[in-house]
């Protein structure tokens, strides 16, 4: 049996010892006897205090030496919280752990991490923490992977607490994880969030109280993105359905930016321990894409403490330009993105351009699923179709499922291209009708046509939100167009647009 407590013994572990490992320490070990000297169903609690200063590697790993016989183990710790100056930073420590295959950057020893979400966590055969990888406490040396997010001028001073229970080891259940396939409804649009949280990792709600919103936002599908884990890949079968589509991933939350991977093979990891000085970006976001996944840099120019993404945009399949509630920093994201769009139609095809989506990067109540939510033509809903859907680009994104667009550019011809497509012209100068049909829109809002000259068109939605805005423009004149949908200006200063309700990717012209 794995419960019960036993002796607990308090010591500090104060040298640092440098690991071949970029920004990362280790302490001293801490060891246990053996389970002969214990006896089935007993345990062991081992504490170790200390502090780290100002200026600490992003990773402290405390080595653990698991004995024979370790049924399972459980892990708690506290940090001191000090008043700071104005303008410092406060104490902020994570906690992870790897098991005795070792701590090395993309191996097989991860066994989970809550960084910030949860002050203990416990391992056996046959259950975890949410967030942690259950199976077998082999014996090794384990290694609690401590990250100091912020550390006070004061310091951080920890408190960690591992236990271990002795005893015969459980049998660790098969996940079983969602299809791959949902009813679908042959080519159509078809609506998903791809930025979503539960409670394994910082999130509070369960996989089923998810689906239940999805399904009452109007959603075909949903991704999993759980922060640096893929332990709760197992835990969405039941949430799936015929009317479900349930994707897998991660966010993985690296201290230069974050980026989500939509869609990946089932129990598939990806390592989030370096910034981009240690140039392993790129090395990760090609593992993504081998597990059949799409590499999307989440909220790049949010404001938070790493968060703001550092790592350019050679890798990404899409942007995320629209999180959660508008803010002003995703309309620096929509301009920047933008800003590329400019730099790939005028490096004459040496450039590819990068898609545009959005998540609603929904934690916990009142965050709502679904807001905003991207919108995907596809041939069907499976998890190949959605995903080239979104890396072709022939898709939007919306504030609700109330609203829909229908945007494209049709020539003298009567050849026509939509959302993500290129509309080939005979000539630069042959005239070219671009469409707009919008249902669902803010009342009194407006709808933009934006080029690579910036914003060539605008017209006003009547009072039910719905109309269609036509605008004739040539290939010579406008490399591309995309739409935007906007409420009305929240500010009154002229030229300053209201938060949109939908953006589409563009069509490309010539």
């Not at 509070?204 to 075909?220: M, V």
């Not at 201290?255 to 598939?268: K, L, M």
């Not at 240690?278 to 976001?285: E, L, P, S, T």
């Not at 200006?489 to 490309?508: E, K, Y």
Request: aromatic share 8%; glycine share 14%; with cysteine.
């Amino acid at each position: 049996m794995c419960h019960s407590t036993d002796s607990t013994h308090s010591f500090s572990r104060r040298g640092l010892f440098v690991t071949g490992a970029a920004a990362a320490l280790t302490l001293g070990s801490v060891s246990f006897a053996e389970a002969a000297a214990r006896g089935p169903g007993g345990t062991a609690t081992e504490v170790v205090r200390g502090t780290l200063p100002p200026g600490s590697p992003d990773f402290v790993h405390l080595p653990v030496e698991v004995p024979r016989g370790v049924c399972g183990i459980r892990v708690s710790y506290t940090y001191e919280r000090p008043q700071v100056p104005p303008g410092a930073q406060g104490n902020a420590l994570d906690i992870g752990i790897f098991d005795e295959r070792g701590t090395e950057l993309g191996g097989e020893g991860f066994r989970g991490w809550s960084g910030g979400a949860r002050t203990e966590f416990f391992i056996r055969g046959d259950e975890a923490t949410p967030g942690y990888v259950a199976g077998p406490v082999r014996a090794g040396t384990w290694n609690i992977a401590l990250g100091p997010y912020t550390v006070a001028p004061q310091g951080l001073a920890y408190e960690v607490t591992i236990t271990l229970t002795y005893g015969p080891t459980a049998r660790t259940p098969k996940p079983v994880y969602p299809p791959e396939r949902a009813r679908g409804r042959g080519r159509a649009w078809y609506r998903g969030d791809c930025h979503l949280h539960s409670w394994y990792s910082d999130g509070r709600r369960t996989p089923a109280e998810i689906a239940a919103l999805a399904r009452a936002a109007g959603l075909d599908f949903i991704n999993s993105s759980e922060h640096n884990t893929h332990a709760g890949h197992g835990a969405w079968a039941d949430a799936a359905g015929d009317d479900l589509l349930v994707l897998l991933g991660e966010e993985v939350t690296t201290r230069n930016g974050h980026v989500v991977a939509i869609g990946t093979d089932p129990g598939t990891f990806t390592d989030w321990r370096y910034r981009a000085r240690d140039n392993r970006f790129g090395h990760f976001a090609r593992a993504i894409r081998r597990a059949g996944g799409l590499v999307v840099p989440a909220h790049p120019h949010s404001n938070c403490i790493g968060c703001a993404w550092k790592f350019g945009f050679g890798e990404a399949d899409a942007i995320e330009v629209w999180n959660g509630p508008y803010t002003p920093d995703d309309e620096v994201a929509l301009m920047d993105w933008d800003s590329t769009l400019v730099t790939a139609v005028r490096s004459a095809g040496a450039m590819r351009w990068i898609p545009a989506m959005g998540g609603s990067d929904a934690h916990r109540d009142p965050d709502a699923v679904g807001t905003p939510q991207t919108v995907v033509l596809a041939d069907d809903l499976t998890r190949a179709a959605i995903l080239d859907g979104i890396r072709a680009g022939r898709s939007y994104v919306a504030e609700s499922s109330a609203v829909s667009l229908s945007f494209g550019a049709v020539d003298g011809r009567g050849r026509h291209a939509g959302i993500g497509e290129r509309l080939r012209t005979r000539g630069a100068d042959d005239p070219v009708t671009v469409l707009l049909e919008v249902t669902g829109g803010p009342s009194g809002g407006t709808a933009r046509i934006v080029t690579d000259q910036g914003v060539l068109h605008t017209a006003t939605l009547p009072g039910d939100g719905a109309g269609t805005v036509e605008w004739r423009t040539t290939a010579a004149y406008a490399a591309y167009a995309r739409a935007e949908v906007r409420h009305p200006p929240v500010l009154p200063i002229p030229g300053f647009p209201g938060p949109p309700a939908a953006l589409t990717n563009p069509v490309f012209l010539g």
